[in-house]
């Protein structure tokens, strides 16, 4: 007897997004913004139904889908990010005919990410992984009439199409080797890829598939490029939900499916973990647009949270998990953030160019002085600063590091926090100590709802860390097998 | 619902205070000050209904602990100690609200003063009721923090912000050295577990710390040739921390200066309250003082010279706050010097110490705000200006006269009748005098018995040149509204009466302290373990020892009346700038050239001179060639970036196949 209750949280918001779609064929343009409501009542029903069910461990369909405490952790990331995404949306997409498509995709996408998180079969994960890159290749391009947004999404496709093949390939090589698609039945079987040529193979495609949505280098190119060209809540989406669909299934295929195969990816990982936050790090320095600043500091961060892969003890995986966590919000805090300031330049001067320059953010504490300290506790909390929620995630993760011996690499990693305080402490500079140009601006209410609770998810992980620590662990645990 | 379960309320309540008061004070009736008060006196409440209930049942110490992450914690405990402290701090500072509602009723900044007093009130309870080091640490700052915010208040005057900062700045000395003190214990703990400090029990705690004393004390060591014990070390770093908190020499400079900010926060900062943070330190630790050699004496010699030293300087000023600015000073001195003679009397010295430090609280809170009812209403803090206020302003008169016969301690020795100040400060002095006995060592008996004569000519002089005689300039005042007189008269009838009808349940009940289920420890053990050889049976000192400090405060009494009632002497000869005496006590034995001018100015200043050389040629130039290195790569690996998507489809792909090679190549390796 297959328990649907388990299930609840994507039925409601495969629910709430047919409904959406239907409606929007009736709907006045006026009338569309009340979609953005019901999308974010959907998402908080989702949210309260994944936070009832964390003590759940159960597989469905034939063990093809499995809800834990890593999958419930995940879904709360995921449904947190969209739920801020569409808060602040609400605003972005006033008046837009579009409205309808914008929340229905939304939603499907952050469905696909669930199905990734409770993925225990490949299939299942890649239609998952699937559907959410679809519905974000039409949300990245969904500024039809602007050149930039349609580069960003074709970039976006065109690499993501490539990764999904990389994928596949490395699945089928799996599935050859094995026979079968099931995560679990994988590591039963896994000896036999273990001992072929073909099990580094498969290994190299995977981490090639999902350090495509991870953003590790040299897989992250398209991100800088994209980032900048969507939509800023959309950026905030991807940067902040869709990647770390990357990170859950790659936890759960190499942690779990081939954790015989350690040795070959665990280096891999580490030289990718250094490499990719080194990169991210130098190139943000010279970036002069506080989005590709940011996407260039996410590729960074992936390269940190890759560092969990390398070392694997459960601290270092429940201090990656809850990095995936504080992430997610200060990273949907930043992109909101300058969401907000493109907002209030474009409100300046409707012709203006470039509205994502750092130059915008010049005395930004004199013109919107809440929204100002919010990116001052995110950039803080992104180069890891207490009492912030990036603080505390850090903090695990490299002494557990340094615990299991490699000392190298937190160094590497500690180094490179330092570094990024460099264009991190920059904004701030740019927003506190530069004089303004323009006069107060009041926040749109729905970006300052949406900031105000990224803030607050940053502040109350970084200050009681101790119930989100447990709870990593939790999950950690499920990995740990 | 046992009122315990309210605990958490005390610090909370006041805290919730000030966000309300500070976001939302302005719109409210006279500044919002109706929000701290009412928090404060809910807080008082709950802390003496507290303490009643410990009294009745000593064994029911409140402590309640919440995990925070690792290994610490945030933790409340209230034992007896802590119970007196709570409800003296709430009380006191409930009664200076009050009186702050007539006092600060014109200045416009009034929300942000009510506001921030919420606040230190609020981080002063934090201190007193944590159960564990860190914790106290943090409100400490936080208390440290408030009183820069109010001593400079009126950040306008020049005087006022360098006051402010001074404070700041000097306080910071003793509150690296707490913290130092904290590092080194933390890093002893972790020795005396080998690295694996054990789960569940949280180290910091007082108790567990307190449990670790014997472990402490075995560990030396050394330092410029010494063998030190460890638990020296830790005592006397956290000793530093009380000696700038509760302005001992030589950290006492910040105190008269911090009279700067309005006359309430002086009652109730510099003079009730935060400054007995670090007299409450010592106490709260002495476990600790007494299991380490010499830490004690320390104590008790740093105690006793202050309670001379400031006494000194408390003659010759003649600005009124500065006068009661010194003569808190010399009475922290007191109370330092009676937790320094746990040397012989053990856990006793705490329960004295802590018995002057609540009877001082409330008779120099009184002399304070009776000082700001005349300063509120002569409009001046010379004393060369006042005279004969006593005519216009009676019942400040009175209440101050109260509270000056308490500093001076008046009371008749073996009977119960007396005022508060006598009955905590004699015991202070008889514990000096059971030192001298028998230890053959007479300092601190001296220290104490010269300083009592110094403290009550000091403050007749106060009293005589303020209130009797003629009015020396024209000022024209008022006696002050019924806000600021009813909170006097309650202080008063505490300054004269609480002394003497609790004396003995005090001792008794702050004796029991280090006795619970929470923490228990064995003075006597302790006591070996620093070589302190401990007396019993107390309390048979000759009646002429019982009667010296008494006839000093008679004497000093009569001086004052001599010299500056009936003017026997012509003060002019002596107040001359050719009398050397009086030069240097004028001028504060000169601190101010020494610490300024050659200390900070000199010294540090050349120092840092030095330190900026090296900073900007030689740091500097390593860092800005590590960063234009970084930038210059960071511009080139940009240009890779090409935005053709071609190439990034070519990286992705040539990332893989060198994936692979490299793979490869380190398993065969390995």
Known sequence: MTNYMLLAPELVLTLVALAIMLAGLFFGTKHKNILGYVAGMGLFAALSLTIGGLAVNETLFYGTITIDALSQFFKIVFISVSLLVTIASI??????????????????????????????????????????????????????????????????????????????????????????????????????????????????????????????????????????????????????????????????????????????????????????????????????????????????????????????????????????????????????????????????????????????????????????????????????????????????????????????????????????????????????????????????????????????????????????????MEAAKVLMV | MAIENLAFLIPLLPALAFVITFFFGKKMYSGGALIPIGAIAISCIISVLITINLLQNPEEVVHQSIHWFAILNLGILIDPLAAVMLSMVTFVSLLIHIYALGYMSHDPGKSRYFAETALFTAAMLGVILSDNILQLFICWELVGLCSYLLIGFWYQKPSAAAAAKKAFLTTRVGDVMFLTGIIVLFSGIFKVYNGNLPEGIY???????????????????????????????????????????????????????????????????????????????????????MGAPDALIVVAYVGGFTALFASTMGIVMNDIKRVLAFSTISQLGYMMLGLGMGAVVGMEAVGVSMFHLINHAFFKALLFLCAGSVIHSVGTQDMRQMGGVGKIMPITFITMLIASLALAGFGIPGTSIGTSGFFSKDAIIETTYLFAEHTGNYLPYIFGIVAALLTSTYIFRLLFMTFTGKPRTDYGGHESPNVMTIPLSILAVFALLFGGITKKAFNDFLEVTFENDFVHVSMEHLAELGNYDLVHGAGHEPLFILWLPVIVGVAGLVISYLIYYKKVVDMSTIVSRNNPVYKLLYNRYYQHQIFIELIALKITYGLSLIGEFIDRKIIDGIIDGISDGTIAIGETIRKVQTGVVQSYATAVIAGVGLLIILLKLIVEVQ
Do not use: C
Not at chain 1, 351 to 357: G, L, M, Q, R, V
Not at chain 1, 365 to 373: D, E, I, N, Q, Y
């Open chain 1, 91 to 472: 605003k972005y997409t006033e008046g837009n005919k579009n409205t309808d498509e914008f929340f229905t995709l939304l939603l499907f996408s952050t469905i696909g990410m669930m199905v990734v998180a409770s993925a225990n079969d490949l299939i299942v994960l890649f239609v998952g992984f699937e559907l959410a890159s679809l519905s974000t290749y039409a949300l990245a391009g969904f500024e039809k009439k602007n050149p930039k947004s349609m580069e960003a999404a074709l970039k976006y496709f065109i690499i993501g199409s490539l990764s999904s093949a990389l994928m596949l390939f490395g699945i089928s090589f799996v599935y050859g080797m094995t026979g079968t698609t099931s995560i679990p039945g994988i590591a039963e079987n896994a000896g036999a890829l273990a001992a072929s040529p073909i099990g580094l193979i498969a290994v190299v495609m995977l981490i090639a598939g999902f350090g495509f949505k991870m953003a590790l280098v040299p897989f992250h190119m398209w991100a800088p490029d994209t980032y900048q060209g969507a939509p800023t809540v959309i950026s905030a989406l991807l940067a902040a939900g869709s990647k770390k669909m990357g990170f859950v299934a790659a936890f759960r295929i190499f942690m779990v499916a081939l954790a015989v195969l350690s040795p070959n990816w665990q280096t891999a990982f580490a030289i990718l973990a250094v490499i990719t936050m080194t990169l991210g790090n130098v190139v943000a320095i010279s970036q002069t647009s506080v989005k590709r600043m940011l996407a260039y500091s996410s590729v960074a961060q992936a390269g940190y949270i890759a560092i969990a892969f390398a070392v694997m003890t459960p601290m270092a995986l429940a201090g990656g998990i809850l990095y995936t966590l504080s992430h997610a919000f200060m990273k949907t805090g930043a992109f909101l953030v300058v969401a907000v300031v493109g907002y209030m330049v474009v409100s300046d001067n409707k012709n203006a160019k470039d509205i994502d320059h750092l130059d915008n953010f010049k005395g930004l504490a004199k013109r919107m002085p809440l929204t100002a300290f919010a990116m001052m506790v995110f950039v803080f909390a992104l180069s890891g600063i207490p009492p912030t929620a990036g603080y505390v995630s850090k903090f695990i993760l490299f002494s557990s590091t340094i615990e299991s011996g490699l000392v190298w690499l937190a160094v590497i990693a500690i180094l490179n926090s330092a570094l990024s305080l460099y264009y991190y402490a920059r904004i701030v500079k740019y927003m506190y100590f530069l004089p303004a140009i323009g006069g107060k601006v009041s926040e749109p209410r729905p970006y300052a709802v949406a900031i105000i609770l990224a803030l607050a998810g940053v502040l109350i992980i970084g200050i009681w860390p101790e119930p989100f620590v447990y709870w990593a």
């Open chain 2, 203 to 289: 180290v910091l705690q007082f108790s567990e710390m307190f449990n670790l004393i014997p472990q402490l004390s075995a560990m030396h060591t050394t330092i410029l040739g010494f063998e030190v014990s460890q638990l020296t070390i830790i005592t006397l770093l956290f000793f530093g921390g009380a000696v700038g908190k509760s302005g001992q020499f030589p950290l006492h400079v910040w105190l008269p200066d911090a009279m700067e900010g309005p006359t309430t926060v002086s009652a109730l900062i510099h003079a009730a309250t935060m400054v007995t943070a670090g007299v409450y330190l010592v106490a709260r630790t002495f476990p600790m003082f």
